[in-house]
């Protein structure tokens, strides 16, 4: 079949066609004809994208009957498929490439099961894929979704256990995924997720793997362009010169929805690839890249992770560590993800994740005296930490010597250390009283630490006790601060001279 031509009542309708194609999309069934379901609907209507649709869909309807086959939503794909490969048609002009491919778009959701044999399907998906190959991309955007709709759902008629019956259909979904049209690209990164998902056989998911692998490479040349680029608000704008570099923020919109469906290798080798366009000041990608690593930690085993972990730990505690200079929002979005990473280490690597709370702690720390919406995100994200990997159970208290000479040698009480030392860095830089969420910090630390708390938290006890000191007898801004303080002291275990030797107030 010859390039279809586009017409100027085509260009200026193709937004309205968009939005009728969504509006059906799931409101016919199977159980009666479809060419009539589209009569009963649309008959009234004058608009020329209507007018099309129903004469295709008549069209359909005559060439069944002539044949005396069912009105079937699988007789309507073989009827449509014949109508766009065969040779002996009249050259389709893109209004009736718009009509076919929506008309099919339509009826392939309504084919049951195993009603398409794989060689009928995979046939069919060269027929499609052949619509959009024509050179100047004449297929309209409504064209273009319908196609990509239908190849969704073609593929999962086709032999899911053998590469060579899937590659076509699905290398162009890839392909669609990063289209600068955004239905084509929403409805093309719906059915990638759909079909990767539908991939059991490992053959087929390594393939697959590959293959996105290899889309994402041909962009980083450009990505790494981006990683270093900024502008005053922390926008994109005027920063996209090349289509390519818009693609690439797609492609990373599409790795967000497959990450728990690529093999184990390709996994790990795009971990590495997120790492690499990783910096500690704000960028262009910044946001996109801290989004794709999330999904890579929520989806991905341990054993996927560890060996990006630590690098991108410290990357991340450099990010929020440079809070001055970032966006507030991504800085917080780092840290939350620290807290994750270390979360997901703790059920499969507990030591590797001791060996890195510090770092992390310590750069989320930095947050507790930033303004307060901040300052409270990063207690809250402080406290779970604490919370979950500081416990007092995980050391033997038969004997105070004992004790001590375990604490000595032991991973996590240098980490409570850390801790500990890095709260007491942020008390003394306080200029007046500590606000409510540094103080919610120190309290839990207390409540987990509890009778061994005197071995860590001296420093931090007497810093309170210097803090209520200076504020004299005026305790309308000191509540907050006496509670704390006096749980501290009466939670904290034996009483050392180090403790008594401090003027506290009464």
Known sequence: ??????????????????????????????????????????????????????????????????????????????????????????????DAVAALTLFLSMALPLVPPGAISTEKATEAVEVLVGLLRWEGGVASAASARAVVKCLGVLIGFCDLEDWGSVKLGFETLLKFSVDKRPKVRKCAQACVEKVFKSFQCSTVIKEASKLVLSLLKSYMHLAFGLSTSMTADGSIDGLLSKPEQLEFLHMLNVMKCIVPFLSVKVNSKILS??????????????????????????????????????????????????????????????????????????????????????????AIAGLLTSEASAASQASSVLKELINLHMDRRNFSTDGNQQFEDEVKGSMEAIAIKSTCAVIEKVLGTCDGIPNEHILAVISILFLKLGEISYLFMKGIVLKLADLMTLAGGDTSNTNHLQTVYWICYYRSGPKEDTYTSTNLPS
């Open 1 to 94: 079949m010859k390039k279809p031509t586009k017409t100027r009542d085509t260009m200026d309708e193709e937004g309205a066609e968009e939005e009728h194609q969504e509006h059906h999309d799931t409101t016919f069934t199977s159980t009666s004809d479809l060419c009539q379901q589209l009569m009963d609907r649309y008959s009234a209507s004058s608009t020329p994208q209507h007018r099309h649709l129903l004469a295709t869909a008549a069209a359909m309807r005559s060439l069944l009957a002539a044949e005396s086959l069912p009105l079937t939503p699988a007789a309507y794909f073989a009827a449509v498929i014949s109508a766009i490969s065969n040779p002996s048609q009249q050259t389709l002009d893109s």
């Open 273 to 362: 690839e997120m790492h690499k366009l990783m910096s500690s000041q704000f960028s262009a990608l910044t946001r996109h890249i801290l989004k794709v690593i999330e999904a890579f930690f929520e989806a991905s085993r341990v054993e996927v992770i560890i060996p990006e972990m630590e690098n991108i730990l410290i990357s991340l505690a450099s990010y929020v560590s440079l809070a001055k200079k970032n966006p507030m929002d991504t800085v917080i979005s780092a840290a939350t993800l620290s807290k994750s990473i270390l979360d997901k280490l703790h059920i499969g690597e507990p030591s590797s994740c001791i060996r890195n709370l510090p770092l992390v702690i310590g």
